[in-house]
C-alpha cells in the first residue's frame, strides 16, 4: 500500500523593503555559528565552479548573483492527510509556536475560523491569520485547543559577486591545522544527531576518535549517522553506509559534525534520503603541535 505523506509548508512569497543596521558583528552566539556554515558553503561551492571551469580550460570564471528581500510563510509540519497524526515539527515555525507535538492527532483545525479538512494539498496562510488546533495527545483523553497567531519569515537582500582568475593552487596553499570533532552532541532540537567520522581523504581508522587533527585546506570525510532508532522505526539494525561530507579546514578553528535528520523523508531508506552530513557548529581552536 502506498502511503503519501504532506508537508505543510506551502509558502506565500512577497517583495518588501529591505532593512539593513550598520553592524559590524553578529551579536546571537547561534547566528555567529551559522554565518561560519554559510562562508563554509559558499567555499566549497566556488570550489567546485572553479574545477569544473578549469575542466573546460578556462582562464578564469565571473560570477555574479543577487536576490531582493522577501519573505515567506508556512505551517511547518508533516502531517499523514489519513490519520491527520503530525509526523514532525519545523523549529521555530508556526506549527511549533502553536504547540504541535509529534504524535499528536488533529481532530480540528481552523485558519480565522474556516475549517480545514483536507490536509493533502497543504495550508495556505498569511501574516496575521489566526490558526485554532484541537488535538488528541498520547496520555491525555481529553482534546487539547491550542492557537496561534500566523507569522511570516523575512529574507534578507544579497548580493554575491566573484572573480576569479587562474592562479597557481601550490601558492595559495594554506598551512597550519585545525579540527573535525564529534565529541560533543548536536542539539537535537534542530533534528541534528550525532555522527562518526570513519574516513578521510581515502584513509580508514577514525571511526573511535572524537576529535581528528588535519592540515588546513580541503579534506573529505566519510560520515556514519547515528540517528536514535525511534525517529526511524522501519530501519534495519545495523551500521547504514556512509556519506560523503567535503569540508574546508581553515587554521586553528574546530568543525563539529552531525547528522541533519530530514523527517519529511523518513520512509525512504533506500537511498538514506532522510539524512545528511552536515558542520552544524564552528569553534575556535588553537593549532597544537
Keep these: 500500500m502506498l502511503i503519501k505523506y504532506t508537508v505543510l509548508i506551502f509558502c506565500l512569497c512577497l517583495p518588501i523593503q529591505a532593512f539593513a543596521n550598520n553592524v559590524s558583528e553578529l551579536k546571537s ?5 551559522l554565518a561560519e556554515n554559510l562562508k563554509r558553503e559558499i ?6 565552479i572553479r574545477r569544473l571551469e578549469q575542466l573546460e580550460e578556462a582562464e578564469g570564471f565571473t560570477v555574479s548573483l543577487s536576490q531582493p528581500s522577501f519573505s515567506f510563510i508556512n505551517l511547518g509540519a508533516v502531517l499523514d492527510p489519513v490519520s491527520k497524526v503530525v509526523l514532525s515539527v519545523s523549529p521555530h515555525s508556526n506549527a511549533e509556536a502553536l504547540g504541535l507535538k509529534v504524535g499528536d492527532k488533529i481532530s480540528v483545525l481552523q ?3 474556516e475549517r480545514i479538512t483536507d490536509f493533502s494539498e497543504g495550508i495556505q496562510l498569511k501574516a496575521g491569520n489566526k490558526i485554532l488546533a484541537e488535538v488528541i495527545r498520547t496520555g491525555n483523553d481529553q482534546s487539547i485547543s491550542l492557537h496561534t497567531t500566523a507569522k511570516s519569515k523575512i529574507i534578507p537582500a544579497w548580493t554575491l559577486e566573484v572573480s576569479s582568475t587562474k592562479v597557481n593552487s601550490a601558492s595559495v596553499q594554506m598551512t597550519g591545522c585545525g579540527y573535525v570533532s564529534v565529541f560533543f552532541t548536536p542539539p537535537g532540537t534542530q533534528y541534528q544527531y550525532p555522527a562518526k567520522v570513519f574516513e578521510v581523504d581515502g584513509e580508514t581508522g577514525f571511526h573511535l576518535r572524537e576529535t581528528i587533527k588535519l592540515p588546513a585546506g580541503q579534506h573529505t570525510l566519510k560520515v556514519h549517522e547515528y540517528i536514535p532508532e525511534h525517529m526511524l522505526p522501519r530501519r534495519k539494525a545495523g551500521i547504514e553506509k556512509a556519506k560523503t561530507l567535503e569540508v574546508m579546514i581553515e587554521p586553528d578553528k574546530t568543525y563539529h559534525i552531525a547528522a541533519q535528520f530530514e523527517p519529511e523523508k523518513r520512509l525512504n531508506l533506500v537511498d538514506e534520503a532522510y539524512w545528511e552530513p552536515v558542520v552544524w ?8 603541535p
Design 29 to 33: 552566539a547561534e547566528a555567529q555559528i
Design 43 to 48: 567555499n566549497q561551492t566556488l570550489a567546485e
Design 111 to 113: 485558519i480565522d475560523e
Design 281 to 288: 557548529k564552528v569553534s575556535e581552536s588553537k593549532c597544537r
